[in-house]
């Protein structure tokens, strides 16, 4: 008997610690300055970078292509339209990186795209989704500024 009495009162004190409503942490203002929907998300538009089909071009040329590849990325990301960006390791898919582009729509992110020298060269081809994430993903570049030593 006194067993059964102890497991009612560990599961009513179960019940109750559990029955209690949790502090919310939402933040309206931050919400509505990263446009975000009522889960906390947004749409975005997630870019795939394959290897192009541009193979004669020079180490020279590929050099200097990569380095206004890599101005026009801290470019847009300043700009506040990339959110994320980043190379994949070797892979034998041919996937190059990624852009995660804080645009909502294919047409807005294909102009994007096209300010990158790399692309335009074919070094690179972009293939564009619509994508719904946390509209927090934003954030992260404003974080990486304060973990990077370069």
């Known amino acids: 008997m006194k067993r059964l009495l102890l497991l009612f009162i560990f599961l009513v004190m179960n019940t109750i610690g559990f029955s209690q409503e949790t502090e919310t ?14 889960r906390g998300m ?7 970078l394959k290897t192009g089909t541009n193979t ?10 990569f380095e206004g590849h890599m101005t026009n990325i801290g470019k847009l990301a ?12 070797k892979n034998d ?8 582009f ?21 070094l690179l081809e972009a293939e564009l989704t619509l994508w719904y994430c946390t509209a927090a993903l934003q954030e992260t570049l404003k974080i990486h500024e304060k973990i990077a030593k370069k």
């Open 42 to 48: 947004k749409k975005y538009v997630f870019c795939l």
């Open 102 to 122: 804080n645009v909502e729509t294919i047409e807005d992110a294909e102009k994007l795209v096209a300010t990158d020298p790399a692309i335009k060269a074919n």
């Open 56 to 65: 004669t071009a020079s180490t020279a040329e590929t050099q200097k292509l």
């Open 25 to 38: 942490k939402y933040d309206e203002n931050l919400a509505k300055s990263l446009n975000a929907d009522e």
């Open 78 to 89: 300043k700009e506040g339209k990339l959110a994320v960006a980043g190379p994949f390791m």
């Open 93 to 100: 898919r041919n996937y190059r990186g990624i852009y995660i």
